[in-house]
């Protein structure tokens, strides 16, 4: 890693101290004097963790850290007790290496701090080595999706972590850089959506995907997955607004749609015009009858696998995201949504098969790729008809 930047917590001048008194890498900040109230391991140790996004503990003589990524814990390194000034250094040391090693395995790039922003107006960071494992994660379980186009030879997508926030409430955004090459740009802050950061990239992945596979962004419309969803297209002649209305199940009458000026859902009409509680035409906007999306989604045509599905597109994303996660969130989309899952099945075959030849690969339960034997296909077949859940657990150190 280049360079370590951003606020640290109350004890910052532990981690000065330890990086300025070892051969790590400079901070281009000034040596402060050794710390006097912050001295102790614990702090120390809740100052790395911060810093480097992983866990640790001091057990049996000894420094060990942490990472968790889809309930896999993975340990990274153990030092002894005397080590502890150097853990920072030898943190920075692991980061680039697994940086370096996830871009040689899935030939994807990570944007460190010094790099430009993809000829976007932004500032970036180095990525901590707990987000690194994140990433990694991901990537694993959504083969190809990590391909900036159908074929490995076009190379994969960028990762960029902001150090300023580019977008509102965003935790993550998939767009393309100045050079119309996929990108994936993860906002400060990201922690507060409540979701974890390997979920986040599953999610950013998959919006690739849909690109890869015929989602044009020009004309999100024109989207034709968006029908096997549940979703339609609508234009109101009188106004001239045009969007995506939902169907439901509980009569061919209905349809909801995302209020335009006030985000929230209302039942409508086919062309888009909001009704009231009792069915009829509002006269306003303020008649329209608005429901929660916890509402919408239980009378959907074909039901969501989470509460995020504003568009068709973030409604499939979502649905990939569970499908590939592992088999937790496999098995929650198949629980919640058996449409949905089938979908999704059947999109990430599609995708699998245009990068590997068709039939040749398919995705194990835990969402890693593996050759389609018959063994694999047993045990697929074996969770489709009841699903369960095992303990994963595995370890890497130095």
């Not at 300025?20 to 710390?35: F, N």
């Not at 990274?76 to 871009?103: F, P, T």
């Not at 030939?107 to 932004?122: L, Q, T």
């Not at 959907?300 to 649905?319: H, I, L, Q, R, S």
């Amino acid at each position: 890693m280049q360079t370590l930047r951003g606020p640290f917590a109350c004890c910052f001048s532990v981690l000065l101290y330890l990086a300025v008194t070892t051969a790590a890498p400079p901070l281009g900040l000034a040596a402060p004097a050794a710390p006097e109230a912050c001295t102790q391991t614990a702090a120390a140790l809740s100052v790395l963790k911060s810093a480097h996004g992983v866990e640790a503990m001091q057990k049996d003589g000894a420094l060990k850290f942490f990472v968790s990524t889809g309930g896999i814990t993975t340990k990274i390194c153990e030092l002894g007790e005397g080590d502890l000034m150097s853990a920072h250094s030898q943190l920075v040391v692991l980061a680039e290496k697994k940086a370096r090693q996830i871009e040689s395995s899935f030939g994807v790039r990570i944007a460190r701090a010094a790099d430009e922003c993809g000829g976007h107006d932004c500032q970036i960071r180095d990525p901590k080595l707990g987000e690194l494992y994140a990433i990694e994660y991901a990537l694993s379980r959504s083969q190809p999706s990590h391909l900036a186009r159908r074929s490995a030879e076009k190379g994969g997508i960028t990762f960029f972590f902001l150090a300023q926030r580019r977008y509102g409430d965003h935790a993550a955004d998939w767009t393309v850089d100045a050079k119309k090459n996929p990108a994936i740009f993860i906002e400060p802050g990201y922690e507060r959506s409540g979701q974890s950061l390997e979920k986040i990239v599953l999610h950013e992945l998959a919006h690739n995907a849909i690109f890869k596979m015929g989602f044009d962004p020009e004309e999100p419309l024109s989207w034709k997955h968006a029908k096997d969803l549940g979703w339609l297209t609508f234009f109101n002649i009188k106004t001239g607004e045009r969007g995506w209305l939902l169907k439901s199940k509980e009569n061919d009458r209905y349809f909801y749609k995302i209020g335009k000026y006030t985000g929230e859902w209302v039942r409508c009409t086919r062309d888009g015009e909001p009704l009231t509680a009792e069915g009829e035409r509002a006269r306003r906007f303020g008649d329209a009858h608005v429901v929660s999306a916890e509402e919408v989604a239980a009378v959907a045509y074909v039901k969501p696998g989470t509460d995020y599905f504003t568009n068709p597109f973030e409604m499939a994303c979502e649905a990939l995201m569970l499908y590939r996660g592992g088999l937790d969130t496999r098995s929650q989309l198949r629980s919640t949504s058996p449409e949905l899952y089938a979908w999704a099945k059947a999109f990430d075959q599609k995708e699998i098969d245009s990068a590997f030849g068709a039939g040749q690969m398919v995705r194990k339960l835990d969402g890693t790729l593996a050759t389609n034997d018959p063994a694999v296909a047993a045990e697929i077949a074996l969770f489709e008809r009841a699903a369960g859940t095992q303990p994963l657990i595995a370890e890497e150190c130095k």
